[in-house]
């Protein structure tokens, strides 16, 4: 996508409470000496919406869905609030790699003025000696801290250590909402969203996490389109190894029928009249995970180990919900 068709986009997109239609949006455009086909529209405002950054506003209350820049994100005033200017210095160290260099560009600009906002005064974070490395080193009460976050619906602050400026920092933030732990090829990972303005998903090894401390305010929740979001990022910076995936299934299971596919069947083997093992060559994701649990009512899954306890630790977290 053109650099310079995101930031007219985002121009002409109205601060809300109004909104504007894939129509109208385009007719504007074509004012500006744009001309796109309202596909093309389509796909550029979701891929905004999708990185998050921007402040992008979808009303799906209606249809055609009205666009706009959250009214927080941009503010009545030409004087950057204090949060806000927080939250562009947040923002800049946590851009998606990505992002094409014009828009990098628009937010470096941006927190240069939210220094000057903040009277020239860097943040302690940004004051600090970097460090060059940091030692795994997972803390046990940082995992009962987000998990009492998580589990009692609270944001909490904490530091987390990122690379800010081409060096590397413990960064202080104010307000993290967590939402969930999990394990990704034996690391445990942290799922959170940051401050109240930020609408992107992040995840990150609970190694790089200190100081962790639960706040008397309720977390955000993020909704299933943004959950989407990070999990197919997380898929597509990922390298996907083909696994073997054995699972038991009854042999008059659509499995076994050739009804549902999980990926290349490589073999099969009839164990009795009942029951039938079966392995299939898929990629190891998270899709397949939620498929598997989906069917874990009358599917075992056998084989991998890692694949077996994760599809496990979804149906005791089911468990436990309805044994509440």
Known sequence: ??????????????????????TQLK???????????????????????????FGLEKDTRTKPYGWSISKEWRGNS?????????HYLMLEQLLPQNIPVDIKQAIHAKADI???????????????????????NLDSKVVEQIEHAIKHNRSASAEIYRVLYDQAHWLAFSELSFYGLEEDNGILMA????????????????YRIRNVKVLQKTRREPNLEQLSSLRLAINKGK????????????TQSAI???????????EKQQLDAQTSLLTFKVDDTQQLIDELFKLAHWLEVI?????????????KAAANIYNQ
Request: charged share 20%; proline share 5%.
């Open 114 to 136: 939210a220094l000057q906002r903040l009277n020239g005064i860097k943040p302690e974070w940004l004051k600090l000696k970097s460090n060059s490395s940091i030692e795994v």
């Open 256 to 266: 076994n029928q050739g009804f549902i596919e999980l990926g290349e069947l490589i």
């Open 78 to 86: 030409t004087v950057m609030s204090t949060e806000l200017a927080q």
């Open 191 to 206: 799922q959170f969203m940051v401050g109240e303005l930020h609408d992107k998903c992040y995840q990150m090894p609970v």
């Open 1 to 22: 996508m053109s650099s310079q068709r995101h930031l007219t986009i985002l121009e002409l997109l109205p601060s809300q409470p109004s909104s504007i239609s894939i």
């Open 27 to 53: 007719h504007k455009l074509f004012d500006s000496g744009i001309k796109l086909s309202t596909r093309m529209l389509q796909r550029d405002l979701q891929s905004l919406y999708e990185q998050g950054c």
């Open 303 to 315: 084989e991998p180990v890692v694949i077996r306890n994760r599809v496990i630790k979804k149906i």
């Open 239 to 250: 390298r996907q190894e083909p696994i073997n995936l054995v699972i038991k299934v009854p």
